[in-house]
């Protein structure tokens, strides 16, 4: 792709714009978007108005902008995360039909967990987590089994950068955090209270390939003192299901 006069790639802007789109943020106007994308305002505009043309954004009566179908569209054709997804909601269904708070499916996504999908039950506690949401792994239930059961040099790099507290019990310490990840896999899953919010349990287990690598993560967030045999036992349960759905399908 060719290169802008700041030496961006193509590619590279249009990166920077869909980025600025967030979970919370769904709706922009054009300036804004350049703004946060670190764009001047005639490229972020030129970039925009070219996805608007591709479909990938749309743009609304009073010139704001929002994600497009066409983008979604396209990111579910034959998508890694789309097949995890369909084959975990039966299950992900049961474990909320038991359990009557939050399930959650996540996968590791550039160092991070990405949610794909999350039932929820009305009165069902404190949960910040949202589809297409990302949460840190060292601190999130669903980020630890996806670290204890990843790869060496996933472990390695996460533990060397400054890892970030969300509250006074999020773990920021690597020593401790290694600790955690050993015992994960001796348990086979992870418990992490108040990491998250201070008012809630975490409470994940892996969704495991045949190398015994986390495919995912399924998890269920609890208030903080709730017990967590029964979540445990159907989020058990229902990852084994997962992994013979994945294995059927692959």
Do not use: C
């Amino acid at each position: 792709m060719a290169n802008s006069p700041s030496g961006d790639s193509v590619t590279g802007r249009l990166v920077r714009v869909l980025e600025t789109f967030t979970p919370t943020r769904t709706v922009q106007t054009p300036a804004e978007i350049g703004r946060r994308a670190g764009l001047p305002s005639s490229t972020a505009h030129r970039v925009v108005a070219d996805l608007v043309a591709a479909g990938l954004l749309d743009r609304d009566g009073e010139g704001r902008v929002s994600v497009g179908l066409r983008l979604w569209e396209l990111a579910t054709r034959s998508s890694l995360a789309l097949r995890v997804r369909q084959a975990a909601l039966p299950a992900m269904e049961r474990v909320q039909a038991r359990v009557r708070e939050h399930t959650q499916l996540a996968i590791l996504e550039q160092d991070e967990a990405l949610f794909l999908e999350r039932l929820s039950d009305p009165d069902a506690g404190a949960n910040i987590t949202r589809i297409a949401g990302r949460l840190p792994l060292h601190a999130s239930s669903s980020g630890l089994v996806l670290l204890a059961f990843g790869d060496h040099e996933l472990q390695e790099r996460v533990l060397t950068q400054q890892l970030r507290r969300l509250t006074a019990m999020t773990p920021t310490d690597p020593a401790v955090v290694r600790r955690k990840l050993a015992e994960v896999r001796r348990l086979g899953h992870a418990i992490a209270p108040g990491s998250i919010e201070e008012v809630s349990t975490g409470v994940a287990v892996p969704v495991l390939d045949r190398a015994g690598r986390a495919t995912a993560a399924l998890s269920v967030v609890l208030p903080r003192d709730a017990a967590t045999g029964v979540a445990l036992d159907a989020l058990h349960r229902a990852a084994h299901e997962v992994e013979r759905a994945l294995t059927r399908d692959s």
